[in-house]
């Protein structure tokens, strides 16, 4: 892949390679514990127990709106890219509908859906084109649409969320490119901030990244460029504990560079083929940090698009 | 508009019309009770004590996915369209990136946001070209998209929401189109049903007309031919109340054809330019109904895509 | 409009208007000189014998492409914006179809038509939403496509191309922004270039301005913020000739800013609305004009498409 | 790839396969006559003597429209689809722009390029993922737009155009689906038709397959179902004679289903990475049969769109 270096593209220096899977990680991948023809991996872990309790965490009526605004000039992987139209049909030169006048705008988006605030379905990432549940692209992805995995089987995601500051476990305002959340930091995050981390968790990291698309000294290249975020440890102690989702403030969720050399986005496949679990992208928790919130009700209902691989979401956080 | 007769078009006729707006309208529209700059309106009213409120319906732990499954298939209003596409960019005859063969689905969406399950943004229905807040198209609506009202500034839905069954109040498993719920269906229906409607809320209309998109005898072109929905007494009585969001399992939320020969989505007009009230189309209430669920915590996050005016939803009912 | 500062964007700043056709005008568009239902204006000068004559001006089999090579970077009119994408469906981790293994690359175009080099139909440009035949909106121009004056009506245009070389006319290598093309520039020009200009030939004009493009200099904001080109008096001598269309090598084919202040594209409404002529903007004329080619046959064949009012072209001059 | 039976989907059956291309064919691709690097192929055949001939062939100035009105109801192979949209840019409720009040259509394209009358550029067509040249995706195809074989490269296709009527060497109305040209069926019927094959030609095979589209008795699923076209040994002898293009008046130009069972496509396959000759699909050839018009001027100027791999187009036949 080309870097493309423009203020709104992700900028991504990664070999692309030959190689094939391993026997071993196919073999995993198709053992999924939910049954092999399972749609939904960690959503499975939606209980209404579950539910309950995570009502529960309201107890300020507080909502947080995590999704950021997206938008032409939001840095995205390349190619991707959006555009967003508003006309009025047909009511240049009339008074619209009706005797009462009816007028009214709409909009047309052409683009792709994995930009700004986004949720990665089951059907995203792969290793060497293998996917969740063992699947190939002949069994589930032709162009006209994802036939299993699409995010319209995903009803949506509720569940407890944890919001970890990790600015606030390097003691920094803002957590440097590079930086890997391993699992000894997650561990020692929740425990200074006094959450547990339980299966069916939401579980989203704060860096205070997205300072630098709209903050004091904002700098979309270097937004772009890398980002702190999870590493392959941390990626496979979340999944240890079987979490539902992970989320964070940057726009790949894991750790850019990689922390092995000629590694690429290593902890998405740890979490998506090999374990069924969700991941949201450029979450805006900086309200969240800001209050200290670490334990709140997550309520993600992407749209249900038929086929649609990634979705661009507004998760509410409520406490 | 020219009536469009096909399995995926909703079918409409009603003249164009000229004419002009009625000074007491437009000085109505630019009254909003919550300042002429506000870019909200009802969603001003989503306190944090209504919210807290809200979650404190959730006693079951059941959660309730409001939104369809949106697709090419979809009925539309004619000319809306879409398409998705799934690709694998740039990995056709490699094995990816990284030496861990990170693959990966993308997806493209071309077409309108107002298909399907959708939410009408504040900047969707005028008179005679003037929108809420009094505002005309060259005040917010240029063909980039929103400057104001658009899906980016609202950061949510969240708050009580009330299904009425709409079916049980008229005594039948479908409501017939043409049907009008006037004041006095809704004062009867909430009696009947034992829940009161109060400022602030999300009230979600069941008719089952969702039933003819996939039911046991589907009838799309009938579903799209028209519709039951809210009448004019209707609107003005919940615009009196103050909810916060008016919804139903119909494609325009209100009675099509019109209470009154000539008048066209007059309902629209008084809940959103007159009201600032937020609109929600094509809500699957059916296993609301089923399980007779009228008061839940009712949490919407759309996408907050810039400048955008409508979006496709899928609401989270919680009870 | 406002005003767009970007690389790739064209630039122009001229009020919004309100005000009246005068009725003078509009019954002289009403009074096409070929019928109140024409669809092709002055395509209908495109004879067999005046065909004849340009394929008789190939002397020397020399082909000129007059299309520009068109892409998300081209200097566009805002909001304007396109996308390709390439991908191969379905053909991911097999050998494609049947037993010869038969792979292929598809693409998708998201975006506007009226991009680069471009041909504007007669449904582009109107006076106070008034067109070509006194058309309005309603009578042709809903938002699925125009049922009248589309570019699927129009089969082409062959005939005679005459190139005037308005940089050798000014003595200059290129011809600066603002310079107007009056009638007696074009008469002085075509007499000293030794061409004659005659009902039904294509006419383009040769400023070198594409030279911010792609030169030893580049400067496409210079490129975007203004233009040399048509002037009033010029649009009503080439009308008063007869010529089927007029192309330049500038993205708007008239002089901006206008030679009267507070005018925008008046050229565009004489030659259109008011005279049935087709325009081309941003041809690339430059070697012709290295060549001194003033006479050619000129044949455009743009894509059919249905109710498209323009079009990304690529006309094809033979000398 | 899955069947699509819709009115306007073209249906195909033919399993997708696994298999290495043979070691021959892929060192005959990479053997271009013209050079490793070459991106026009058998355009490079396009001389000044040729097209100089060619224009020899205008004695009557009779132009005719090859290219069909393109549309969202064209049958299209799947998933490609299209829509067009119009709108008024920022003009509804104002004048327009200036103070003569220039207002304008202006139009959106959302969609696959290769939909109705279209050229295949020489990046389409490959064998087991091997193009024209002997280059692969990573070489050429990166999802952002071609980086070779674009038909941004190609300046268009000027030559000498023939056109067999297939119709009348079959002696029928309209030639079956299935039914292959031979090389003896392509010599047969030009020496009865009075016209010799030469290098650098454009060869156009008229079946009268249209009128299922648009004939006195349309059948859109007939059409796309299966097709008469180019054969095997036909293909072979077009290549062996050096033309530039061969095209049809089917959606895919060659015999289907193939003349040999679990063939796909291997005409294409013959003529482009094999030969470099491009490829016209849904060429409108019933004025040219009804004129027993077999020799004219052929002018393709395809939008010269950037890294696009098809476009669809309009040649132009002049004689």
Same mark, same amino acid.
């Given at each position: 892949?080309?870097?493309?270096?423009?203020?709104?593209?992700?900028?991504?220096?990664?070999?692309?390679?030959?190689?094939?899977?391993?026997?071993?990680?196919?073999?995993?991948?198709?053992?999924?514990?939910?049954?092999?023809?399972?749609?939904?991996?960690?959503?499975? /872990?939606?209980?209404?127990?579950?539910?309950?309790?995570?009502?529960?965490?309201?107890?300020?009526?507080? #909502?947080?709106? /995590?999704?950021?605004?997206?938008?032409?000039?939001? !840095?995205?992987?390349?190619?991707?890219?959006?555009?967003?139209?508003?006309?009025?049909?047909?009511? $240049?030169?009339?008074?619209?509908?009706?005797? $009462?006048?009816?007028? %009214?705008?709409?909009?047309?988006?052409?683009?792709?859906?994995?930009?700004? +605030?986004?949720? *990665?379905?089951?059907?995203?990432?792969?290793?060497?084109? #293998? &996917?969740?549940?063992?699947?190939? %692209?002949?069994?589930?992805? !032709?162009?006209?649409?994802?036939?299993?995995?699409?995010?319209?089987?995903?009803?949506?995601?509720?569940?407890?969320?944890?919001?970890?500051?990790?600015?606030?476990?390097?003691?920094?305002? =803002?957590?440097?490119?590079?930086?890997? &959340?391993?699992?000894?930091?997650?561990?020692?995050?929740?425990?200074?901030?006094?959450?547990?981390?339980?299966?069916?968790?939401?579980?989203?990291?704060? +860096?205070?990244?997205?300072?630098?698309?709209?903050?004091?000294?904002?700098?979309?290249?270097?937004?772009?460029?890398?980002?702190?975020?999870?590493?392959?440890? @941390?990626?496979?102690?979340?999944?240890?504990?079987?979490?539902?989702?992970?989320?964070?403030?940057?726009?790949? =969720?894991?750790?850019? !560079?990689?922390?092995?050399? @000629?590694?690429?986005?290593?902890?998405?496949?740890?979490?998506? !083929?090999?374990?069924?679990?969700?991941?949201?992208?450029?979450? *805006?928790?900086?309200?969240?940090?800001?209050?200290?919130?670490?334990?709140?009700?997550?309520?993600?209902?992407?749209?249900?698009?038929?086929?649609?691989?990634?979705?661009?979401? $507004?998760?509410?956080?409520?406490?």
């Amino acid at each position: 892949m080309e870097s493309i270096l423009s203020k709104s593209a992700i900028i991504l220096s990664v070999c692309l390679t030959g190689g094939a899977i391993a026997a071993s990680t196919e073999s995993a991948m198709a053992d999924s514990k939910w049954g092999a023809d399972d749609q939904l991996g960690a959503a499975n /872990l939606m209980t209404s127990e579950r539910v309950k309790a995570a009502a529960g965490l309201v107890t300020e009526g507080k #909502v947080y709106s /995590l999704g950021m605004t997206v938008g032409p000039d939001t !840095p995205a992987f390349p190619p991707r890219s959006l555009s967003v139209t508003v006309l009025q049909p047909n009511q $240049n030169g009339n008074s619209g509908l009706g005797e $009462n006048n009816f007028t %009214y705008n709409d909009d047309i988006f052409m683009g792709w859906l994995g930009i700004g +605030s986004q949720i *990665d379905g089951l059907g995203h990432s792969g290793i060497d084109h #293998v &996917y969740y549940g063992g699947r190939t %692209y002949d069994d589930f992805a !032709p162009a006209s649409g994802l036939t299993e995995l699409g995010l319209d089987n995903l009803p949506g995601l509720v569940g407890r969320g944890v919001m970890l500051n990790m600015a606030a476990h390097f003691g920094t305002d =803002m957590v440097e490119e590079g930086v890997a &959340y391993t699992d000894e930091d997650i561990k020692a995050a929740a425990s200074a901030q006094g959450v547990e981390l339980r299966e069916g968790d939401v579980v989203l990291f704060h +860096s205070n990244w997205m300072e630098l698309l709209d903050g004091e000294n904002p700098d979309p290249e270097r937004f772009g460029a890398a980002e702190p975020g999870l590493g392959v440890s @941390g990626a496979e102690y979340l999944a240890g504990i079987g979490v539902m989702a992970v989320g964070a403030d940057t726009w790949g =969720m894991e750790v850019v !560079p990689a922390e092995e050399e @000629g590694q690429a986005f290593r902890a998405h496949q740890i979490l998506q !083929p090999e374990n069924g679990i969700y991941i949201l992208e450029n979450m *805006d928790t900086r309200e969240l940090a800001a209050d200290g919130a670490h334990e709140f009700l997550f309520v993600l209902g992407q749209a249900r698009i038929e086929g649609a691989v990634q979705m661009i979401i $507004n998760p509410i956080a409520i406490r």
